[in-house]
Structures are given as C-alpha cells and as structure tokens.
C-alpha cells in the first residue's frame, strides 16, 4: 500500500509530529527508519573506502603528496611486470590452498572424533578452540619461540626421539621451503577450530534415524562413514571452506609476525606485500593495486555463498 | 567365534579415538602450554641447550611477569584494548539490534538480500581497506588515537553482529509482539518491552563476539597507531616486545597467554551461537 506524501494543507510547523506519527503508525517506515544507521554506517566504512582503493589503484597516491593524478593502468602494469608480484601470487595459492585442503581433511576427522560422548569433552573443546580464539598476533609469536633457530623445540624433541640426524638442525623461519611449511602450519593450526565446530555442527544436524537406517541396513563404519555421514556434511563443510579461503587468501599477520616474508620474498604473500608497498612504504596507489589483485578470487567466493544462502532458502 | 573380533573392533575403534583426540589436542594446546612453560622459567634455564626444555632445572619464577608489568607498557595496552572494545560494542549493538530487528521483521526478497549483502561486507577484508583508511584516518586527524579504532572496527562487527542478530529475532515468534500491539503497544513499544527482554542471549552473544574481534584486530591498529602508549595488546606486544635483537621470550610469551585464555574461556561457552551465525543458510 501506497502513503500519499505530507498533504500539501499540512502548515510547516506540524510536519516533524507528523512524520513522527507516521512512523509509529506505519509498520514499514519504521523498520526501514531503525534499519538505516547500519546501512549508512557500512556504506561509509566499508563501501567508500572499497571505492577508493579502486581510485587510489588508478592514481599515483603516496603517503608524502597530497595530490592525486589519474595514471590509469600504470600501476597494475607495475606490479605486473615486478618479479615479487609473481613470486606473492604463487606463495598466496600455496598458502591458501594447501592449508585449506588440510584444515578440510583434518577438521573432518576431528569432528568425528568429537561427536561422540565421552568423559572429560568439555576440557577438549576448550583445548581445541584455543587458536581461534586467541589473537593470532600473539598466538604467532608462541610459534615464533617454537620455530626459533637455536631453542626451537620442535628440533630438541625430534632430535631427543631419534628423529632428527644429530647434525640436522633445521632453521625453520630461515629456509626457503621449510619457512613455507611452517606459516602453513600456523594456518591450519588457526583455521581448523573454526572448521570443525562448523563441520560438527553439520554433523550434529544429521537426522538420527538416517544413522539408525544406515546401521540396521548393515553398514559398517567406513561404508557409513563415506556413503552416509560425509555426504550429508558437505554443504557445511563448503561454508568452512569458503571462510577459510576468505580468511587465508587476504591474510597477512602470520607472515608479517612469523617471516615478515623472507628470506628472500620466499614466503611475501599478496597482502603482506601490499602492506610493505603501501603503508611501510608509502606507496598507497601501489599498495592499493597489489590488495585489489585479491578481489576475484572473494567475489567468486561470495557467488558460491549466494548461491547457498538462496539454496538454503528455498529449501 | 564372534565375541573375541566385536570386542577387539570396538577396543581398536575406542583406541583410535583416543589417538585421534590426543594427536589434535596436542597439535592445537601445545603452544600455549609451551608459552605456560617459558613464561615461568628462568632466563638461564631458558637459555642452557643443555637442559631438557620440559623440565624446570632452575624454581619457577614471576620474574618474567614483573617485567612485562613494571618495564613494559602491557597494562596500559590491555586498558586501550578494553577502552575500545566497549565503545565499540555499544556502536555494533546501538546500529546492529535495530538492524536485525528490521530485517528479521521485514518482508519480501529484497529484505531477505539486504540482510545477505549486508552479511558479505563482512568479508571484505581490511587487507582491502587499509590503505585507502590510512588517508582518511589522517584526514580527519585521528592518526594514533584510539578513537581512529572505535571509527573503523564496526566497520567489521556490525555486519557479522547484524546478520547474527537477524537469526535471533527471526526464532522470536511474530506472535509475541502482535500480541502487545494489540493490547496497545507500539511496534516500537512492542520491540523494547517484549523483543529485547527475551533476547539478551541473542545480544550477548553480539556482544562477545564484538568484543573477541577487537582483541583480534591488528591490520588496522599496526597501520593507524605508532606511538607505543597507544596499542592495542594485539598490536602492542608483536611490535614492540619484539623489536630489537633481545627477546624477552618469558615476558612476551607471558603476555600472549593472559590475553588469550581468558578469551577463549568466555568465547567457549558462547561457541554455538556463533556456529549458527556462521552457517545460517547452510544447516536448516
């Protein structure tokens, strides 16, 4: 239904009672009213800024000059033609995708273990949480004294266990490959608490009677396991999915803290370099180009969660 | 015949578990174990490769924590953090509640779409935005103030907290309020006196995990502040406990573990709301 505007015979001074009146009368404009700040607030803080960056990414903006001059493609022609742009783009695909396939694998084991009662669960699910919980800026720099190049523990108890060669004394953060491993490491280790409380709740979310037909049908763990339970977890499991690749693929403190991206760029990611081109080095139009490179892959991220949230609708 | 396998099968499946959780808790628990370990050890201790690194060769000592109290500027830190968190809770709740609220309540595919879109903010990174924020932060002259914080964090808890709060007033039946309404209540009147007296789950929840994400933050906080009386905690021990050649690997690891398992306590008992704001769409 259609309101006429404020009739016209309304004199000036009664307009504010009347809007006010409108408002508590008519359901629609209230709501609309109440949703506003929130929508202002996220069009300000998030959707301007986004919009800049893409200005910025045009431009020759530095912290040092006030004045912007539109410089087209220059910039992404830049970082293009830059060898650490390449080396970033790769050490990002690493990054996201072998953690991500871990974090999957083994939140999918984890969470099995956990659906099942047993004595003492609480203090277990308060053990595992811990990383996700804990600001990953100082969780990182636990890791940083677990990797260090003379105390590392890990090398002490390798070594204690007949592991390790008593002459292999790995530098963990100061070898190329072995720098990788370990800020892939740190990834899982900080992703996987929040995949396998989502993963636990898709199995949670699993009818009963689904297992009980299963089992009275005859099927034993692995057959339920594969053909019954995992199936039925996989919508969820790509929720997890999808927030670990946001999460990873723009990710930048577990570098910055544990490498800082050495040695040698060995393990620079989009956004660790985008930070030290554009704020520790003050080439904001750079930095702006760099961190723009990591949009394609959260647009396509947001389609499939579309595509999940309007499934979830219908259904 | 069949007794002795079924017994060995569930013993195997029952030993398997246990391996299973003990693998995972040890991988995940072990840091903050080891940093309990080293922040109550003594320098010396610490240091001697010699020793076996699990054991204390020399008493447990404070003498770490006095350090991060007395020499650093740790509490000062845990009080900017807190400063902020609590502004910006009441900026998230102040604009998510009613936002929740109105898109719980309203009808029709673009109500429905907002509130997705709405949600998908939340994934923009900061990776995204804080280049571009660096220079409205100095426009507008908050560069190493707390406040260029409490500016920019909703920017990141009223999204999530607006979708999360939508969850909660859509499970409150329309019932309720109708119900008021028809005795005499306003919409408004009906949303204060019957609506959010039966959803401080729902906004304390919002609150917790508003509160978590500013402790979290730090691509933001390392950008914006520079001057060491001014971090955040997150920021405050990466940066400058680290900085130089000596590292105070006691105190620093000591810092990290005050911080951290208060949290994760609190955070735990709230874990399944979150789970349900993370996956709503995904379970029904």
């Not at chain 1, 974090?103 to 099995?112: F, H, Q």
Request: charged residues 10%; hydrophobic residues 55%.
């Amino acid at each position: 239904m259609k309101r006429s505007p404020i009739s016209a015979t309304t004199v000036p001074g009664s307009i504010f009672p009347s809007i006010l009146t409108r408002l508590a009368d008519d359901d629609r404009w209230l709501l609309r009213v109440i949703l506003a700040p929130a929508i202002i607030y996220i069009v300000l803080l998030v959707g301007i800024p986004f919009l800049m960056s893409l200005y910025y990414s045009l431009s020759d903006a530095t912290v040092a000059s006030r004045e912007l001059h539109f410089i087209g493609l220059e910039n992404f022609r830049r970082v293009v033609a830059s060898h650490t742009f390449w080396v970033a783009l790769g050490n990002t695909v690493i990054f996201t995708t072998v953690s991500q396939v871990l974090v999957i694998a083994l939140a999918n084991i984890l969470a099995i273990a956990l659906i099942s009662d047993f004595r003492g669960k609480w203090l277990v699910r308060l053990l595992i949480i811990l990383p996700w919980v804990a600001p990953i800026s100082l969780s990182s720099i636990g890791w940083l004294w677990i990797f260090d190049s003379i105390y590392s523990i890990i090398n002490w108890t390798a070594r204690a266990a007949g592991l390790f060669d008593p002459h292999y004394w790995p530098i963990w953060l100061g070898q190329p490959r072995l720098a990788m491993a370990s800020i892939i490491t740190v990834q899982v280790w900080r992703m996987l608490p929040l995949a396998t409380i989502i993963i636990l709740a898709g199995l949670a979310s699993i009818p009963q009677d689904i297992h009980d037909a299963a089992v009275s049908d005859g099927a034993g763990f692995w057959r339920h396991l594969f053909e019954i339970t995992l199936p039925l977890v996989v919508p969820v499991g790509v929720v997890a999915l999808l927030f670990g690749i946001v999460f990873t693929f723009t990710d930048l403190i577990v570098v910055l803290v544990l490498t800082r991206g050495g040695p040698y760029d060995t393990t620079q990611v989009l956004a660790s370099w985008a930070y030290f081109t554009g704020i520790q080095g003050g080439d904001l139009a750079g930095g702006a180009a760099i961190s723009l490179f990591l949009l394609p892959v959260l647009v396509a991220v947001s389609i499939v969660f579309l595509r999940f949230a309007r499934r979830a609708e219908v259904a | 015949m069949t007794r002795a396998p079924a017994r060995d099968y569930r013993l195997a499946k029952a030993g398997g578990h246990t391996a299973v959780l003990v693998f995972f808790v040890t991988f995940l628990a072990f840091p903050f174990y080891w940093m309990l370990i080293t922040t109550f050890k003594t320098t010396q201790d610490l240091y001697n490769t010699s020793n076996n690194p699990y054991l204390f060769h020399d008493p447990p000592t404070l003498h770490h924590l006095q350090v991060l109290f007395d020499n650093t500027q740790y509490l000062q830190w845990i009080a900017n953090t807190a400063f902020v968190g609590v502004i910006v809770v009441a900026i998230t709740l102040a604009l998510a509640v009613p936002a929740g609220y109105a898109l719980a309540r309203m009808t029709g595919a673009w109500a429905q779409n907002l509130g997705i879109a709405i949600f998908l903010t939340y994934l923009v990174p900061p990776t995204i935005l804080f280049i571009p924020f660096s220079r409205i932060i100095g426009d507008l002259g908050l560069q190493d103030s707390l406040w260029s914080l409490v500016l920019v964090y909703p920017s990141f808890t009223v999204p999530f907290c607006t979708w999360l709060l939508m969850g909660f007033f859509k499970a409150i039946p329309r019932d309720l309020e109708e119900a008021a309404m028809i005795d005499g209540l306003s919409r408004f009147g009906a949303f204060v006196k019957v609506v959010i007296p039966i959803s401080t789950a729902g906004m304390l929840t919002a609150v917790i995990f508003a509160f978590t994400l500013v402790t979290q933050e730090f691509v933001y906080g390392v950008t914006f502040i520079t001057s060491s009386s001014s971090y955040t905690v997150s920021v405050g021990v990466p940066t400058f406990l680290v900085r130089g050649d000596v590292y105070f690997w006691g105190s620093m690891m000591g810092a990290c573990l005050i911080v951290s398992v208060p949290i994760a306590i609190v955070y735990n008992l709230f874990v399944d709301r979150f789970v349900v704001g993370f996956t709503a769409g995904a379970i029904k």
